[in-house]
């Protein structure tokens, strides 16, 4: 055979400019398919159990769109705390997304909205503590404005002016305030960290707001002390227990430091006391001069922060399932002395909810390759407290004796996540549907199918879990002043 010139073989493939033209689009459509596959893709977020992290909600109209990394999955296992997204463990057809709490070889169990684990060979549980970044992300403010009592003597000489940045103090001698005015304790309201222009908009109807007393806080203002004052302190309240951070002022006496005094810590022992003192650096306040206070009861450990910095520390007994709360700023000066505290914000955290109505599990056994997750909005996710399989014996046919089973959703009457779907009604059936933990859906008449026992199902095994969200692209909504950019933690 004559071999093929150049010209001719140029010839040739000037002559087919549309075998260039599909392998262009061929390559670019594997490209594209791949790096979706294996590399990163967009999801939109349809519900609200990751809220207010992530949000989905059809009162407010608002989907985050998250951009999820798929790769890194692919070289090392997920990371406690990563949001992660997954294969429904009991309809493979669905993916969520959830944040990852319970580790592979772990016990973990839910103790007064706390999670607590158990490491494979330990023989107590402790509690688990985040990441200062994750801790931030997960923390929820809380709308003060308005919901300061005042003591005796301390109105009138005392302003408080709410702000959108955090509510002032002009205060003029000695008092204090204590949030919440209206309330006996700080509670787990379901709208609490929302964007505020939406909060109007959510139906906390049927949510389980405001069940549970919150006693892990974090307050954080600005104090700017008069050459007068004596000190200026930041009260959290944990039941009976009172958690002081103490800031002495100008004229305190010079051995004086800022320090935490835990007072009133059991029951056996009314006298006992845990103190920390501040030992690197006489911090405290200094006339005319603006300093920022932080301070946090989070996870059974106090702190203090001047200026961002750490300062003080202290670890206190686990609190008791349930604690009312409540935070008080008092100050210590003598009549016409004016000291200014600006800023004030109040957060709580996230306590996670355990309603045996509607819940089954509140502590796992974690086999090795599987892991528990959570979602941030605990009063209205469905997650791994209460995941169950429903299932059925096949009676009749070429099938009988196998078994099928599908996500539980059940109720009296047929709804559109119902599963399995009885018609006309549950105690009167003449055919069920059925969706598998594949998706696929099934119909069965009377007498061809018996139910089984229910299987609780709270585990992800490690090869449905896809990637991990890194951050939120979408929405803008500027009429509701809501702009979700942001990394996710």
């Given at each position: 055979m004559a071999k093929m010139s150049s010209a001719e073989r140029k010839k040739l493939e000037k002559s087919r400019p549309w075998r260039d033209n599909i392998e262009a689009v061929a390559v670019a459509i594997a490209t594209i398919v791949l790096f979706k596959y294996f590399v990163v893709e967009a999801y939109k977020i349809p519900t609200g159990s990751m809220q207010p992290t992530l949000m989905g909600n059809s009162e407010t109209g608002i989907y985050d769109r998250v951009i999820v990394d798929?790769?890194?999955?692919?070289?090392?296992?997920?990371?406690?705390?990563?949001?992660?997204?997954?294969?429904?463990?009991?309809?493979?057809?669905?993916?969520?997304?959830?944040?990852?709490?319970?580790?592979?070889?772990?016990?973990?169990?839910?103790?007064?909205?706390?999670?607590?684990?158990?490491p494979d060979g330990e023989a107590e549980f402790?509690?688990?503590?985040?990441?200062?970044?994750?801790?931030?992300?997960?923390?929820?403010?809380?709308?003060?404005?308005?919901?300061?009592?005042?003591?005796?003597?301390?109105?009138?000489?005392?302003?408080?002016?709410?702000?959108?940045?955090?509510?002032?103090?002009?205060?003029?001698?000695?008092?204090?305030?204590?949030?919440?005015?209206?309330?006996?304790?700080?509670?787990?309201?379901?709208?609490?960290?929302?964007?505020?222009?939406?909060?109007?908009?959510?139906?906390?109807?049927?949510?389980?707001?405001?069940?549970?007393?919150?006693?892990?806080?974090?307050?954080?203002?600005?104090?700017?002390?008069?050459?007068?004052?004596?000190?200026?302190?930041?009260?959290?309240?944990?039941?009976?227990?009172?958690?002081?951070?103490?800031?002495?002022?100008?004229?305190?006496?010079?051995g004086e430091r800022a320090r935490i005094v835990a007072t009133n810590l059991s029951l056996a022992d009314p006298e006992e006391l845990l103190e920390a003192r501040v030992t690197d650096g006489a911090v405290r306040l200094l006339a005319g001069e603006t300093i920022e206070v932080?301070?946090?009861?989070?996870?059974?450990?106090?702190?203090?922060?001047?200026?961002?910095?750490?300062?003080?520390?202290?670890?206190?007994?686990?609190?008791?399932?349930?604690?009312?709360?409540?935070?008080?700023?008092?100050?210590?000066?003598?009549?016409?002395?004016?000291?200014?505290?600006?800023?004030?914000?109040?957060?709580?955290?996230?306590?996670?909810?355990?309603?045996?109505?509607?819940?089954?599990?509140?502590?796992?056994?974690?086999?090795?390759?599987?892991?528990?997750?959570?979602?941030?909005?605990?009063?209205?996710?469905?997650?791994?407290?209460?995941?169950?399989?429903?299932?059925?014996?096949?009676?009749?046919?070429e099938r009988a004796g196998e078994t099928i089973s599908g996500n539980l959703r059940d109720s009296m009457s047929p709804r559109p996540d119902s599963n399995p779907m009885y018609f006309p009604k549950k105690r009167k059936w003449e055919q069920l549907v059925l969706r598998d933990s594949l998706g696929e859906r099934h119909v069965f008449g009377r007498g061809e199918v018996s139910r089984l026992a229910d299987k609780e199902a709270p585990l992800v095994p490690r090869d449905l879990i896809r990637g991990r969200a890194v951050a939120v692209v979408w929405p803008l909504a500027p009429q509701q002043d809501v702009y979700r950019w942001k990394w996710v933690r």
């Open positions: 798929k790769f890194s999955y692919h070289f090392r296992d997920p990371d406690r705390f990563e949001i992660a997204v997954f294969n429904y463990p009991l309809d493979s057809s669905k993916n969520f997304i959830k944040r990852i709490i319970g580790m592979p070889g772990e016990e973990l169990e839910i103790r007064g909205g706390d999670p607590w684990i158990r402790k509690i688990l503590r985040r990441p200062r970044s994750i801790q931030d992300a997960q923390l929820r403010r809380l709308d003060t404005a308005g919901e300061w009592k005042m003591s005796t003597g301390t109105a009138g000489r005392w302003k408080i002016t709410p702000e959108s940045s955090g509510d002032q103090f002009t205060a003029t001698g000695r008092g204090e305030a204590t949030f919440p005015r209206t309330y006996e304790s700080i509670r787990d309201n379901y709208v609490d960290g929302y964007p505020e222009g939406i909060k109007d908009d959510i139906n906390t109807r049927k949510k389980g707001s405001n069940f549970n007393d919150v006693s892990d806080l974090r307050a954080r203002c600005e104090i700017k002390a008069d050459s007068a004052c004596r000190e200026v302190a930041i009260e959290l309240h944990e039941g009976r227990r009172r958690f002081k951070f103490l800031l002495p002022g100008p004229t305190a006496p010079a932080e301070v946090e009861n989070l996870n059974d450990r106090l702190a203090l922060r001047i200026d961002g910095e750490e300062v003080a520390s202290l670890e206190v007994p686990a609190a008791p399932d349930r604690a009312r709360s409540k935070v008080t700023l008092r100050i210590e000066a003598p009549e016409g002395s004016q000291t200014l505290v600006e800023d004030m914000k109040v957060w709580r955290d996230i306590y996670y909810t355990f309603d045996p109505t509607r819940q089954k599990i509140s502590r796992w056994s974690i086999p090795e390759g599987n892991y528990v997750v959570l979602g941030d909005n605990s009063q209205d996710s469905s997650d791994g407290r209460d995941w169950t399989l429903v299932e059925f014996k096949i009676e009749e046919g």
